[in-house]
């Protein structure tokens, strides 16, 4: 077959236009591979400039207020987060119009969505402990310190091995230059996102923890407070929080019967918008079942001779030690229903009056002292009239 010779340098043309857009295109979705590879593994060999380049220290934690300079534990933290670290690049997109690529990825994290989880239960942790080592009636509120936050992300990281899963990610690059080899990574909160596994949309989800797990955490850290957190954080001063060493006694003595007795189980929850009720069946000591033996061995003591002979401030120390040692004795428990009020405040769900609440349910009818000082001086008076009327 001839082919016309006026055709032929056309043909030669064609097939060099093609072959010379053929191999820019090769050379482009090259160099753009070569800038991701270059990047991302600088965050694979932990390079602590990258990290900052890429993911904002502060982009965790956006409502933090107080800032401060980057400590090495808080660089620290990124290290550990990218320790298991890894990519493939799926595939290059190149418009050489726009001079713009499109490079889809597969990244490997950490699992961030338990990472974040696990922050969650324990800054609300924190922040109850911190309420309870507070004796001005403070609530529980989640501290606006970027470093405080961080030092508990490293905790985690220190001492868990978390999982590692995978997510598709897209990386926008723009050429820069009339070179080919000019690119340059778009940053974005999205790929800041990705980068991370997501951590900063989980840990930005008011309902990253639900109401129950809220509820969970706030009961069990109570189960780990020691005789002054409880009565801070609970508010029941006529019985955990005074400087007597009587009461003192019998404030730990409460306190030791809730760590052996207090245990709960969530029954149900109901949802409403930003409002929850959670239904629960908590056992605890039967504060009911103290008392009734006290009041029988106090009646039983008060009409006694002894109780006339002893005097008041002697009978009232002796009341003190018979309650004492039946909350010592105590082995009796009791069950009960009780349901527990939260509102999502849009960052997360917050147990509402929580001091009233919890108090009511673990001490019932002992969130008061049965004996009282003043009545007991009230009482002398009249003892001193019987002594009297004895003698005459």
């Known amino acids: 077959m001839k082919i016309a010779k006026g055709l032929m340098p056309f043909l030669l043309f064609i097939l060099m236009s093609v072959t010379f857009l053929t191999g820019c295109s090769h050379v482009d979705k090259t160099d753009v591979e070569a800038v991701i590879t270059n990047e991302l593994n600088l965050l694979k060999n932990l390079d602590s400039d990258t990290t900052q380049k890429y993911v904002s220290y502060k982009e965790l934690f956006p409502d933090t207020t107080q800032e401060i300079e980057l400590s090495k534990e808080i660089k620290e933290v990124f290290s550990l987060f990218f320790r298991d670290f890894d990519y493939k690049i799926r595939n290059v997109d190149v418009d050489n119009d726009t001079k713009e690529a499109s490079v889809s990825l597969q ?3 950490l699992d961030a969505r338990t990472l974040a989880k696990d922050y969650a239960q324990a800054s609300l942790e924190t922040a109850i402990l911190k309420a309870a080592a507070s004796d001005t009636s403070a609530t529980e509120e989640t501290t606006d310190s970027l470093e405080e936050r961080y030092l508990i992300i490293d905790s985690l990281l220190k001492k868990s091995k978390y999982e590692t899963v995978t997510r598709d990610c897209t990386m926008t690059l723009q050429n820069t230059g009339t070179d080919h080899d000019e690119w340059e990574i778009q940053r974005s909160h999205s790929l800041e996102n990705d980068l991370v596994g997501g951590l900063i949309s989980y840990l930005s989800d008011n309902n990253l923890l639900s109401p129950e797990e809220t509820l969970t955490i706030y009961l069990n850290t109570l189960k780990s407070m020691n005789t002054e957190q409880m009565g801070n954080y609970l508010g029941i001063e006529s019985l955990l929080n005074t400087s007597d060493s009587d009461k003192n006694s019998i404030a730990s003595a409460l306190v030791e019967q809730v760590h052996q007795n207090f245990d709960f189980k969530i029954t149900n929850c109901e949802e409403q918008g930003y409002a929850a009720t959670v239904s629960t069946t908590i056992t605890t000591f039967d504060s009911a079942s103290i008392l009734n033996t ?55 769900w917050k147990l509402d009056d929580s001091n009233t609440t919890i108090g009511n349910a673990i001490f019932g009818t002992l969130s008061n002292s049965p004996v009282s000082e003043e009545t007991e001086d009230a009482d002398s008076s009249e003892d001193d009239s019987y002594a009297q009327e004895s003698e005459d």
């Not at 006290?294 to 002796?318: H, N, P, T």
């Open 107 to 109: 990244l490997s994290t």
């Open 294 to 348: 006290f009041s029988q061995e106090q009646d039983a003591y008060l009409s006694s001779a002894d109780a006339v002979i002893d005097g008041s401030e002697k009978r009232y120390q002796k009341s003190l030690e018979m309650l004492l040692n039946d909350i010592k004795n105590n082995t009796a428990n009791i069950t009960s229903t009780a349901d527990f009020h939260l509102t999502n405040d849009g960052v997360s």
